[in-house]
């Protein structure tokens, strides 16, 4: 019988402890996750200038009208950069095709930006 109840008290007290450690989180999230978007947007805006402005745009829609964060926007900002410069350099060196009598090391790497394209 008093073990039932210590663990009842003890349980109790864990409840409450959670519900204020997660009440502690979301607000402190909702005080920098705005600003941390926000400077993320604005890094990979840096890194590839041409869809800055529009990045910008949508992080801002999302700040006023939508009332969201913009967090996993930024990030998967982030993560897509790479992908992103992959399209852009593939566009850059290949733009013209290789004539049959090119230097062999380019068209090796045409057909393997080629392959990794298709994937």
Do not use: C
């Amino acid at each position: 019988m008093i073990g039932q109840l210590v663990a009842a008290v003890v349980g109790i007290f864990v409840f409450i402890v959670g519900a204020g450690i997660s009440a502690m989180i979301r607000n402190e999230y909702a005080e920098w996750a705005r600003p941390l978007a926000a400077l993320l947007v604005k890094l990979v805006g840096v890194l590839n200038p041409g869809f800055r402005d529009e990045w910008l745009a949508e992080l801002l829609y999302m700040h006023k009208e939508e009332d969201k964060h913009g967090l996993v926007f930024a990030l998967s900002l982030v993560v897509g950069i790479p992908l992103l410069w992959f399209h852009t350099a593939h566009d850059t060196l290949f733009a013209v095709h290789p004539q049959p009598s090119a230097p062999r090391t380019q068209l090796v790497l045409k057909r393997a930006f080629d392959v990794a394209a298709s994937i």
